[in-house]
């Protein structure tokens, strides 16, 4: 299975995804975006070995992107901290296929303005017992697509929203990597 990794930021969780495949039987990482040409992630990439390329908001809005993708035959498409809409033909052209994390037990403090550190901070201000991380498939909603699976930590021991964030970022790393695996090769059998 052909994997794209689309990230606007640092990029941890997908080095963090890199490093599990790398190990991983049948799940091949080939290709890395970013829609900012600064990014982290960008020569995260590079220092696994991995093609990456920077797309604009028009190259994903107008179908470069996806063409893109169909050409170097990408399967899956995961989102790691990647901050633009996925259009509704590009989730069409990849049903149940696209997986995003989100850095809180959705519902609660996810749409639109909720990402980074503004969902720590909410979580923080609400003194909210536990946070966690949700991954789920996306749809053309923010924050919306079908969970697949939540990992939980209290957090009413914590005194900040930076503390929420480092504690939430460990669960993302140990979580996304395995959950991703697991439904990527499950993809493979084919449907009775
Ligand atoms: C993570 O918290 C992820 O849940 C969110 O964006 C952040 C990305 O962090 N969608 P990184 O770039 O993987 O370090």
Redesign the pocket.
């Known amino acids: 299975m052909r994997v794209a990794i689309l ?1 606007s ?6 080095a963090a995804l890199m490093h599990c495949f790398s190990a991983t039987e049948g799940v091949d990482v080939v290709l890395v975006g970013s829609n900012r040409s600064g990014a982290g ?1 960008l020569e995260k990439a590079q220092q696994a070995g991995v093609s990456s390329i920077h797309f604009t908001s028009d190259d994903l809005a107008g179908g470069v992107l996806l063409k893109k993708l169909k050409t170097v035959n990408v399967d899956w498409v995961l989102l ?2 990647f901050l633009l809409q996925i259009p509704i033909e590009f989730c069409r052209a990849f049903e149940n296929k696209i997986l ?4 809180s037990l959705l519902p609660k403090f996810g749409g639109k303005g909720m ?2 550190m503004n969902v720590h901070r909410a979580v923080f201000e609400a003194a909210e017992k536990e946070s966690g ?1 949700t991954i789920h498939y996306v749809n053309e909603c923010f924050d919306e697509g079908e969970i697949v699976f939540q990992g939980r930590i209290d957090v009413s021991q914590l005194t900040s929203a930076e503390e929420i964030s480092s504690e ?2 460990k669960l ?1 790393h140990e979580y996304y990597p395995r959950v991703a695996s697991a439904l990527i090769l499950d993809s493979k059998t084919p449907v009775k």
């Not at 930021?9 to 997908?14: E, L, R």
């Not at 995003?100 to 850095?103: A, C, S």
């Open positions: 990230a930021g640092s990029g941890s969780n997908a992630v790691a901290g995003n994390i989100h850095p990402y980074g991380m939430v970022l993302e």
